[in-house]
Nanobody, 128 residues
């Protein structure tokens, strides 16, 4: 399993970024993919997740209305569109996968212990 994030960078508050996660090595069409972030000195926190089979998605309250997670099954890509960025969004953003996710029984949630595979992360820095 391989997950590779890209798209991070330095932006001013109020601007947008789109993160990408390229996935390989598992059955992409029936999995849960999530985005997490970790700011310096803070614990890693869940941001958003999506079920690739039905595209059902979830966003934590801290990003709801500003971030949107989407999937391109043909390309095996998951995206995180981040709008109206705030300095508190500054963190390393990680993509993670749960290939055993059962969409018939559960809704995805970005809880770390549920995701077995992780990417290396991409830095997002938002200046005020």
């Amino acid at each position: 399993v391989r997950l590779v994030e890209s798209g991070g960078g330095l932006v001013q508050a109020g601007k947008s970024l789109r993160l990408s996660c390229a996935a390989s090595g598992f059955t992409f069409d029936d999995a849960a993919i999530a985005w997490f972030r970790q700011a310096p000195g803070k614990q890693r926190e869940g941001v958003s997740c999506i079920s690739t089979i039905d595209e059902d998605s979830y966003h934590e309250d801290s990003v709801k209305g500003r971030f949107a997670i989407t999937v391109d099954k043909a390309k095996k890509m998951v995206y995180l569109q981040m709008n109206d960025l705030k300095p508190q969004d500054t963190a390393v953003y990680y993509c993670a996968a749960d290939p055993q996710f059962d969409s018939a029984k559960y809704y995805c949630r970005p809880k770390s212990h549920e995701y077995n595979y992780w990417g290396q992360g991409t830095q997002v820095t938002v200046s005020s």
